[in-house]
């Protein structure tokens, strides 16, 4: 069974991805741009959800 949690979407999102990618350390664009191409998460590294030890948040101004 594949897991999934959606983020955010809307045409917004060119702020939420560096932000969260920023957050967790994981290059989440590039990641997405393979896939686009057919390259599956498993065999990119990226097989399991990001364990952190705090908290990120986003003040918009």
Do not use: D
Request: charged letters at 15%.
């Amino acid at each position: 069974m594949i897991r999934s949690n959606m983020t955010e979407v809307n045409p917004r999102a060119s702020r939420t991805i560096p932000f969260v990618s920023k957050s967790i350390g994981i290059p989440l664009a590039g990641l997405v741009a393979l896939c686009m191409t057919g390259r599956k998460l498993k065999a990119l590294g990226f097989s399991h959800e990001a364990k952190l030890s705090y908290i990120g948040f986003f003040v918009g101004l």
